[in-house]
């Protein structure tokens, strides 16, 4: 069998992989849900972040932009990229349509180089496992962002607290909050667009809402529900927030105290996989050599 027709197999197969693989992601994908709050209304709100840049596609364009659309419209992950890229703090690179070209490159690329290194033309059906591994990086991102945000809330509820209990409302204690922080984080950011959204006509329910699904932690849920709560019963929210704010700090050392006891029972792996056999073979390595010369010195 000539190299063209090899060529030509290995093209069927990986476009045959690609077409199972989207098919199976499409009959996966659950039904798009029409209540207001989901995460869908989220990511493709136009008053907050404008038009979805998937809208840019041509859909008469070349041949990248009508990948680029059935990917995004027709398999489904639109809505999951712009989430994705919401929850990493919506940076200008990369976009959410950067992050499929991506996803599309290391598709096509890795399978075809693992495919022409081991002349093994199966390889080409990693296409799909390929074009999730970017999935990975981001997610990574999302959680760092995410430790970001828990590094120094419980501070800022306390000091929410305190300047709740001077006479203000929570809204304007963040908007304090937000100002006078000399260096941002991640958890300042998210308070700014949860204020910037109250601005824009948002009722301080869905603008609070709307903040713990974009950074999609348990604790930010809970002081969300809080303060909804606090709201809703109208009992005193300065109480709820110290209460709560200890608390978060009990559970935190609790969380480093259980990493500690866990230390001495995870160094037993490297100390048996390097350790003791490289203490080993210094011991009875002499003791061998003299015994492939001829005995035992004694």
Request: charged share 20%.
């Amino acid at each position: 069998m000539d190299s063209a027709t090899n060529m030509f197999l290995m093209g069927l197969l990986f476009l045959g992989t690609v077409g199972i693989w989207m098919a199976v992601q499409r009959a996966l994908t659950p039904p798009k849900k029409e209540e207001g709050g989901s995460l869908s209304d989220l990511v493709k709100d136009k008053a907050s972040k404008g038009a979805s840049i998937f809208d840019k596609l041509d859909p008469n364009g070349g041949l990248l932009d009508k990948i680029d659309l059935l990917l995004a419209k027709n398999v489904g992950l639109q809505d999951k990229l712009e989430l994705m890229h919401l929850r990493m703090g919506s940076p200008d690179k990369p976009t959410a349509l950067d992050m499929l070209h991506t996803k599309e490159l290391v598709s096509v690329v890795v399978p075809i180089l693992l495919a022409g290194l081991t002349e093994m033309p199966v390889l080409l059906l990693a296409a799909p496992i390929c074009f999730m591994l970017p999935d990975v990086l981001y997610a990574g991102k999302i959680q760092k962002r995410q430790q970001q945000v828990l590094g120094n809330f419980p501070t800022m509820v306390d000091l929410a607290a305190l300047i709740i209990e001077s006479g203000l409302d929570y809204m304007t204690a963040f908007d304090r909050i937000v100002k006078i922080t000399p260096n941002q984080t991640a958890l300042e950011e998210e308070l700014g667009k949860m204020l910037h959204e109250l601005q824009l006509g948002y009722s301080r329910r869905d603008s609070l809402r709307r903040l713990a699904m974009r950074v999609d932690l348990q604790e930010i849920n809970s002081f969300v529900g809080l303060i909804i709560q606090s709201d809703e019963l109208g009992t005193s929210l300065v109480e709820l927030l110290r209460n709560f704010a200890a608390d978060m700090r009990f559970r935190r050392l609790n969380r480093a105290e259980q990493l500690a006891a866990q230390a001495s029972t995870k160094m037993l792996i490297p100390l048996f996989v390097f350790i003791f056999p490289t203490v080993f073979i210094l011991m009875l390595a002499p003791m061998v050599m003299d015994l492939l010369k001829g005995g035992l010195p004694f």
